[in-house]
């Protein structure tokens, strides 16, 4: 019976499996570039070059997918390259563009990798850290499948701790030496008649006591079980046995780093140690969680989580690889360059293809599409080593925010900076009121400490604002006044002085 549930279970997985990816593939494919740039004009101001780049890239990936098998691996991705300040929209690019088609993604810094052979992390570490992100949200989404399995079997277990069996109506295990008595064979001929009634023997009567014993025990866990479902034994302690999930400490030296020998000490010492388990006592609410974490897991079948997700990293999988210019450059003078070009040596065979080994398996880079950025102040793309500017034929240069985009941006997205501090405040219940003149006076103040100061993009709004509502941050769970209005003269008042100021503009905004 426990098999034919397993296999019912399983075969509901795959085909929820297979259902979710058929979704998502027809989801992807029916996303034009037009209505891909429509998305991300919600969330990112300008930049209509890049979004064209990124949409087009994203759909040529979906056109792959409809190839026929024998063309299908020689159409390779059309790697970006963006070029812009700091804070003109890339990264935020790239997620948004990873989220929309809900793509394994991975932000990382090109800068803190080192060539293979010194202390630092490798390259490959990337496609590791790529899978990991992959894994976890198909388990995430294997998870939410069994929920409502996994919440039954939890509530079992949470009625077994609240209202145990008795030991009376516990099933009685048949021992060897009771099969042994029995005897092979019963002769169905021979009847043996009494002339009188023996009536119900003790055993026909302990039945019967026990089977009365377990329909009491029946209706007060099922009365249990409407508590429980009410809420009203959330805060009663129970006693349940959690796995430990501590292990021995390890400490390796190594120069190539614990990422170079691939191992994964965490399982290799679950394997060699038995599990062991230890008692907590802990209300129900927490110990619904830990469990239904437990049951979850034991529905979900790891093998074929761990197919889909580097199925996922190798099809649709994102690398957004920022400070590419911190790594441009030609040999150093002095002596070898561990954290430039030959990190570029490293870095273009994964870009151009290859399998990379990880603890779930060997994953190719063939078709993962990668996305460079880097501001490129003192270096430009073409200080990369010739090989490695083939890998990215498409470049697009990011333009620089003036007056009119930090008005946009302070106002126009899902996730702009005004609903974010009215929300924040109206959590105190003040209803703050942000007028058109004061939102065109900080993204003035924003654009005048750009140009007078440094150039730091959008994030310079982070700082305008909050400097801005400090005083308001610190007063308001105090304040007696319902309503407060931000006007340009509140706004002249608050940041004028730091603004003509230049360092202390320098230092506090």
């Not at 042994?180 to 119900?200: A, I, S, T």
């Not at 190594?254 to 191992?263: A, L, T």
Request: net charge negative.
């Amino acid at each position: 019976m426990k098999q034919l549930i397993g296999l019912i279970i399983f075969g509901r997985l795959t085909l929820e499996k297979s259902n979710t990816t058929r979704e998502k593939s027809t989801l992807a494919d029916a996303l034009t570039p037009r209505q891909i740039v429509e998305e991300l004009d919600k969330y990112i101001i300008g930049q209509f070059e890049a979004k064209r780049c990124v949409a087009i890239a994203l759909r040529n990936r979906a056109r792959r997918q409809m190839l026929e098998e024998d063309i299908q691996d020689e159409v390779s991705p059309k790697n970006i390259i963006m070029i812009g300040s700091t804070g003109v929209g890339k990264t935020e690019i790239a997620r948004r563009l990873a989220r929309l088609v809900d793509a394994p993604f991975i932000k990382v810094e090109a800068s803190k990798y080192t060539e293979i052979g010194y202390v630092g992390r490798d390259v490959e570490s990337m496609i590791r850290d790529l899978t990991e992100t992959a894994i976890s949200r198909v388990k995430a989404e294997q998870t939410e499948a069994v929920e409502e399995k996994a919440r039954e079997f939890t509530e079992e277990r949470l009625l077994d701790c609240i209202f145990p069996i008795p030991r009376s109506l516990q099933e009685r295990p048949r021992l060897e030496k009771d099969m042994l008595d029995e005897p092979e064979e019963e002769d169905d001929d021979v009847v043996l008649q009494l002339p009188f009634d023996l009536g119900p023997d003790a055993e026909t009567e302990a039945e019967e006591d026990r089977d009365k014993e377990r329909e009491r025990h029946l209706k007060t866990r099922e009365k249990f079980r409407e508590w429980l479902r009410e809420g009203r034994l959330e805060d009663k302690p129970v006693e349940i046995n959690v796995k430990d999930q501590s292990m021995p400490f390890v400490e390796i030296f190594s120069p190539g780093g614990i990422e170079e020998m691939d191992i994964n000490f965490k399982d290799m010492f679950s394997n060699i140690l038995p599990n062991q388990t230890k008692k907590r006592r802990i209300p129900v609410s927490e110990a619904r969680t830990i469990l239904m974490q437990e049951e979850a897991e034991k529905l979900i079948d790891m093998d074929a989580v761990i197919s889909e997700a580097i199925q996922r990293v190798e099809n649709s999988g994102i690398v957004f690889l920022d400070e590419i210019d911190k790594i441009a450059g030609r040999e150093s003078r002095h002596g070898p360059d561990i954290s430039r070009e030959g990190v570029q040596r490293d870095i273009l065979p994964i870009i151009e293809g290859s399998t990379v080994t990880s603890k779930y398996g060997a994953v190719r880079t063939h078709h993962i599409l990668f996305i460079a950025a880097g501001a490129f102040h003192v270096s430009s793309p073409s200080d990369l080593i010739p090989e490695l500017q083939g890998r990215f034929p498409i470049r697009v240069e990011l333009k620089s925010l003036n007056k009119d985009d930090f008005k946009s941006i302070l106002t126009e997205p899902k996730n702009a900076l005004v609903k974010q501090y009215v929300a924040l405040l109206k959590t105190e219940g003040i209803e703050a009121t942000i007028t058109d003149d004061a939102i065109d006076k900080i993204a003035a103040l924003a654009f005048q400490v750009n140009e007078s100061v440094e150039d730091i993009g959008a994030r310079r709004l982070h700082t305008i604002m909050e400097k801005l509502f400090e005083n308001l941050f610190f007063d308001a769970p105090d304040l007696d006044k319902e309503e407060v209005t931000i006007d340009a003269d509140h706004v002249q008042s608050e940041l004028a002085e730091i603004v003509q100021d230049q360092d202390l503009s320098r230092y506090i905004l």
